[in-house]
């Protein structure tokens, strides 16, 4: 039978990289293909449904999809994660000459952030200022690729460059991003500075549902685990995809998104999308 | 924490300052497994050393007990990504292999080489068919006697004596032929290069001075026939043909046969009796400066099918059936345009009288004979015996390029 992984095409390279997974794969004699899904929720949806064995799921979309498994009687697992998925951080940035000293300075501001669905620059900071007690704080959202939740950079990209313009007061993005905005002269060097760090959560995660065929389901994240970065057929995909090395899945890391898609209802406890002005 | 860890302090470099690159060194200083202890002022050197060391496969943890201090554990994706890397072959002459494989694509001679990566299909991969050991000394010469047609040439030069308008018709009719001609000459050594493994770079240089040698060519010649004002001359369909028929020509050593060996080097005879019979100093210097190139590039297809000949005794064979395949498809053409040839008579007479005529005849034929013994010296010295290299030299196009 053949394993069948929904995957979501937020960029070109997706088909580049599952397409040389695809190959790589079925080299490894097992009977593997994918289908490519314009956003998360649709892909949620026919996981549960058991349209698609595996998902490669966003975290947001690890969340929806064990509400929606549990609500229907159902069970998914989280299988394997790349070695880049865990211990993540975002952070809280505002310009050098800020007068914020401390996160509490940010009463009464206005912050950008990324995509509605984005939980690395959207809703895990949103939680982390709400719960380190910063009240009245405006919100400036940049939606670009809603649906893919955050993976597309561009939304992180638009409130680095509010914030550098001085349309905002503090802006919110993934600590790789900011790393990268750096780097690139989004956020020129010494017009910036970290006001403050997240705790660490954990991103994708290969989503695994119990009506698959456990014997190939147990396969397929086997062979995951033994691409090795030394290997120079899989390396050029590794690379594309972020990784060095795929890690057994873990369900520990994905605290600081779950209460935050509580606090502001992006689903409901049966896996309904409820957030506001959300719409893949 | 156990085990040594190895102290870095980066004052206060930030990561948008190329901090990473001292992080890097310090990490490729232990080994895999092994720690290095960071310490440095920028405020944000928590958050990126988190993230590059994430994206790179090195462990992070911040040290508790100290601030502005993390630890970095090496891990071994560096290591494994140079695993299986191979050199592509040695940097000198020395240093080049019988046949480069095609994954060693665009890389430097001599590189050390990642494996992966794309196959580009250079198709000319084999040291006994492209390579001639005159090769590097042949292109070292070629790129110090390169000209610049704006000063090597004085433009505004008078000649001696006035030349009447149909002499300088048919020096347009010549050069209009010659720009013909060098546009195939500049076409098949660009085509082939494009096709040479990389890895062979002398012989890649060697035929891109070719190709630019050619590019002055048609310019030279363009502007000389343009001089005056007058309009361009002819270019006939059995010339064309005779020239097409070069490109057709898809093997290497059979390419740089016809065009170098037979073509250039008649032209040679050719470029040398304009310059002689020139009626103005222009184009006795254009034509005195393209044999000087020609006379290389000949040398180079000479000497490469010599070393060729040497290692493979049925290319002979080869080359002659190359002549009489030209030969046949050609067999039914005209040949060399006859404007040309009636444009060579003159321009050698001089004059219209019949004696000046008779005179311009026979040079056009003492022109003819000698590109017929250059053609059979040449053939000579690829190994043709003296009665098979008159046969073949006879077969030659009647276009002579």
């Known amino acids: ?280 | 924490m156990t085990g040594e860890r190895a102290p870095l302090d980066l004052g206060f470099l930030s990561f948008e300052r190329g901090a990473h690159l001292l992080v890097a060194r310090a990490l490729r200083g232990i080994p895999i497994g092994g720690r290095v202890l960071v310490t440095g002022g920028d405020p944000a050197l928590g958050v990126h050393l988190r993230a590059w060391a994430r994206q790179r496969g090195h462990g992070f943890t911040p040290v508790p007990e100290r601030s502005a201090t993390w630890e970095l554990v090496r891990g071994p994706s560096e290591l494994q990504r140079w695993q299986g890397a191979e050199r592509a072959g040695g940097p000198g002459v020395d240093g080049i292999v019988d046949r480069p494989p095609a994954r060693w694509g665009l890389a430097a001679r001599g590189a050390l080489v990642e494996p992966g990566g794309p196959e580009p299909r250079f198709d000319i991969d084999r040291r006994e068919v492209v390579w001639a050991d005159l090769a590097p000394r042949l292109y070292a010469h070629a790129a110090a006697a390169q000209w610049d047609p704006a000063t090597a040439v004085d433009w505004a030069a008078a000649p001696a004596e006035p030349v009447p308008a149909d002499v300088e018709a048919a020096v347009v009719q010549v050069m209009t032929y010659l720009v013909e001609n060098e546009q195939a000459a500049l076409v098949v050594p660009a085509g082939l290069l494009a096709r040479v493994h990389p890895h062979f770079r002398e012989v890649q240089q060697l035929l891109a001075v070719q190709a630019a040698d050619e590019a002055r060519h048609v310019e030279v010649f363009s502007r000389r026939a343009t001089l005056h004002g007058g309009p361009m001359g002819t270019s006939s369909a059995g010339g064309r043909s005779s020239l097409a028929s070069l490109l057709a020509e898809p093997d290497f050593s059979l390419a740089s046969f016809l065009l170098s060996v037979l073509g250039e080097g008649s032209f040679l005879a050719l470029l040398g009796f304009l310059e002689q019979y020139a009626p103005d100093p222009v184009t006795a210097r254009i034509t005195h400066l393209a044999r000087v190139d020609e006379a290389r590039h000949v040398a180079f297809g000479v000497a490469h099918l010599e070393h060729q000949s040497s290692l493979d005794p049925t290319l002979r064979g080869a080359l002659r059936s190359a002549i009489e395949r030209r030969h046949d498809a050609l067999v039914d053409t005209a040949g060399l345009n006859a404007d040309v040839f009636d444009a060579l008579v003159l321009l050698a007479a001089g004059g219209w009288t019949p004696a000046a005529i008779a005179r311009g005849h026979a040079r056009v034929q003492e022109l003819q004979h000698a590109m017929d013994d250059g053609r059979r010296q040449r053939l000579a010295r690829l190994g043709f015996p003296p009665d098979e290299a008159a046969e073949l030299s006879a077969l030659h196009t009647r276009n002579f390029m």
């Open chain 1, 1 to 280: 039978m053949t394993t069948l992984m929904g995957g979501v095409a937020y960029d070109p390279k997706v088909v580049t990289i599952w397409d040389g997974f695809r190959r790589w794969l079925r080299g490894q004699a097992l009977d593997f293909d994918y289908v490519l899904y314009s956003h998360y929720e649709r892909q949620v949806e026919d996981l549960v449904a058991g349209h698609v064995h595996a998902a490669w799921n966003s975290p947001l979309a690890w969340v929806r999809s064990a509400r929606l498994a549990a609500a229907r009687g159902r069970r998914v697992e989280s299988a394997v994660m790349r070695d880049t998925d865990q211990d993540l951080t975002s952070v809280v940035v505002v310009r050098a000459d800020s007068p914020a000293r401390d996160v509490a300075d940010l009463a009464g501001a206005t912050v950008a952030v990324g995509a509605v669905d984005s939980p690395q620059s959207t809703l895990i900071p949103l939680s982390f200022l709400r719960g380190e007690g910063v009240r009245d704080l405006a919100v400036r959202r940049f939606d670009v690729g809603v649906g893919l939740h955050g993976d597309h950079i561009g939304g992180e990209r638009d409130a680095a460059r509010a914030l550098v313009a001085g349309e905002v007061d503090a802006a919110c993005m993934i600590d790789g991003n900011h790393l990268l905005f750096g780097q690139e002269g989004t956020l020129p060097a010494g017009t910036t500075r970290v006001l403050a760090q997240t705790p660490v959560y954990d991103h994708c995660t290969m989503a695994i549902v119990d009506t698959a065929p456990p014997e190939e389901a147990a396969e397929f994240v086997r062979l995951l685990g033994t691409m090795s970065y030394a290997d120079p057929e899989v390396r050029p995909l590794l690379d594309l995809e972020g990784l060095k090395q795929w890690v057994p899945g873990r369900m520990s890391g994905f605290g600081p998104l779950t209460r935050a898609v509580d606090e502001v209802g992006f689903y409901d406890a049966s896996g309904g999308v409820t957030a506001a002005e959300y719409a893949p």
